[in-house]
């Protein structure tokens, strides 16, 4: 593994994580032995920067990755995230205040059967809560040493600056891939700007720029049938894109999910992606993404593609996409 520098700190995490999300959360069926075998294989990969998240699941995803974390502490540097509720009507919230966090903090270290959680994450931001009193009962997290480190997801850039003036945001986490690149505009330049580190999800477009994902066999329980993109009409749009992608891939001797990953580590040193995965086979696939090397002409070739097929769809519905700091 090949190690980059964490944040404005002394750390230093492997260039790839580990999204745990989809081992028993919105994608497919659970499988939670093949789960706990990839998790153990990820530690003799190097890849230690683990995530996770209390609505995962309903909670039930932390005490997975709780049976791995547990007996290697020590090794493991987690990440969790805080906010989503599900109210009295069955519908989604996301509440970011300072009550709910102590709260929620709570659950997430005794689901995970830690001590304290190195990155923690709002999961998103709260339009009634403002960020500055949201970041700063996250700093008393870390003055409690409840957490170590302060992050936010999906966060604007100006939400984002707001932050870093009650206390130091160590990471920032949004979508970004081949296919999502909205985050080049404003967040990448001040996260890099900030000292902050980006944190990739779905950095191979849940499975899309794999050229190997086929929308019609998903089951309806599956996160992916309710967005846009992963509609038929949309994938059949992407198909010419994601085609000449997997020629780019085989001209390298790679994967396109290996090219996928060493584009994204190409965009910058600061720049932690968290590919998510079950299975072993995957991992190591991903793994091997850090050996990549990519020219100057393989950068400009990509990039024509993105010029070239323009439209590749939404990455949520309405339901997800009101989250979304637009502030």
């Known amino acids: 593994m090949i190690y980059r520098k964490f944040a404005n700190t002394q750390e230093l995490l492997p260039s790839i994580g580990l999204g745990c999300m989809g081992m028993n959360h919105a994608y497919g069926q659970p499988d939670d032995q093949e789960s706990l075998a990839t998790l153990n294989e990820a530690i003799d990969l190097g ?8 609505m995962y699941a309903d909670g039930k995803n932390e005490e997975l990755v709780a049976k791995v974390l547990k007996p290697n502490r020590d090794k493991i540097f987690i990440a969790s995230k ?13 509440d970011g205040s300072p009550k709910y966090m102590k709260a929620a903090i709570v659950g997430s270290l005794k689901r995970l059967q830690v001590e304290v959680i190195d990155l923690y994450y709002a999961h998103r931001v709260d339009a009634n809560v403002p ?3 949201m970041v700063g009962a996250l700093a008393d997290l870390v003055r409690e040493g409840k957490i170590r480190y302060i992050g936010l ?7 984002i600056r707001r932050a870093c003036k009650v206390h130091p945001v160590a990471a920032l986490q949004s979508e970004y891939s081949v296919l999502t690149r909205e985050v080049e505009k404003d967040i990448l330049p001040t996260c890099k700007e900030l ?6 999800f779905s950095p191979l477009s849940r499975g899309l720029v794999t050229n190997s994902l086929d929308v019609l066999t998903l089951k309806e329980s599956d996160f992916r049938k309710t967005i846009p993109r992963y509609q038929p009409e949309q994938v059949a749009k992407n198909k010419k894109l994601i085609e000449e992608f997997a020629g780019m891939a085989a001209e390298k001797n790679c994967t396109p999910a290996q090219l996928a990953l060493a584009w994204i580590l190409a965009q910058g040193e600061n720049i932690i992606p968290i590919p998510g995965t079950k299975k072993r086979v995957y991992l190591r696939e991903n793994a091997k993404a ?3 090397s990519l020219t100057r002409e393989d950068l400009i070739r990509i990039e024509a593609l993105s010029v070239k097929y323009p439209d590749t769809g939404g990455r949520y519905d309405e339901a997800n996409e009101k989250f979304i700091d637009r502030s």
């Open 47 to 54: 890849i230690t920067f683990w995530d996770t998240a209390d």
């Open 131 to 133: 960020v500055e009193e």
């Open 153 to 159: 997801s999906e966060a604007s850039s100006n939400s």
């Open 290 to 292: 850090v050996h990549v």
């Open 82 to 94: 805080f906010g989503f509720r599900v109210n009295a009507n069955g519908q989604r919230t996301f």
């Open 195 to 200: 000292n902050i580190t980006f944190v990739p």
